[in-house]
């Protein structure tokens, strides 16, 4: 089988001018906010590639992540790959496990197979939750969405406002897949293994599964919903058609 980096690298016109807009642009909201930043990382290939980038122009941008409880053992041990590779810590941030508790023994393990509604509610406690306290204390953050994604991603910016008015970045916004799997396999950057086994988003285990060709990224994630906006609500916001 080959791997992702096989079946996706390719250098695209523009893409070192990227690569230099995208460091130039963490740099700045580094610089903007001292000591305030944070990287929030799905541990994602587009994750692995922001700290990449972080680690490489030296840059103070605080690295972290959110273990859900239901994460991948693959996903999970990018964890001290990082701090391996790149010497940087990685915060991270769990449910509280009283909500976690109470959630699953009123709705079940698998509440989230039975409606949108209950999916979102398992979201908000393992996710939502967890991430504003993430965020507590900073006024910026960084993320690896980019437009090619998703429709729902399509008009990404490279900053806004999120909804409590913290300054949110998307370095890698118009980069392709091709773009990000060229830098992974020039700089030999850690990553999920599973994207070697076509899945392209990875979220939690129970939600994830690989993708067919012609399929865009996120047709992998609750793939058993008909809604068409696959998004768990930590973009939610300006995103177009992400649930509110």
Known sequence: MSTAIERHARKTRGFDARVAH?????????????????????????????????????????????DTGRLHAQTLALIPRIHHRYGLPVEVFHPRPEAVVHFVSHHGTDAMFRSVEMRRACCEVRKLEPMQRLLHGRTAWVTGLRRE????????????????????????????????????????????????????????QPCTRAVSAGEDARAGRWWWEADTVKECGLHAGRLAGAPA
């Not at 995208?22 to 541990?43: F, Y």
């Not at 980069?175 to 939690?204: K, M, Q, T």
Request: some cysteine; aromatic content about 10%.
């Open 149 to 204: 994604q998703s429709e729902s991603r399509a008009m990404v910016p490279f900053f806004e406002r999120d909804a409590d008015d913290r300054e949110k970045f998307y370095p890698l916004a118009d980069w392709s897949e091709a773009d990000i799997w060229h830098y992974v396999a020039a700089h030999d950057v850690p990553y999920n293994e599973l994207h070697d086994r076509f899945y392209l988003s990875i979220g939690c």
């Open 22 to 66: 995208a460091a130039a642009l963490l740099r700045e909201a580094a610089e903007d906010h001292p000591g305030r930043i944070v990287q929030a990382s799905s541990l994602g290939v587009e994750g692995m590639v922001i700290t990449d980038l972080i680690a490489r122009h030296c840059l103070p941008i605080a690295v972290a992540t959110l």
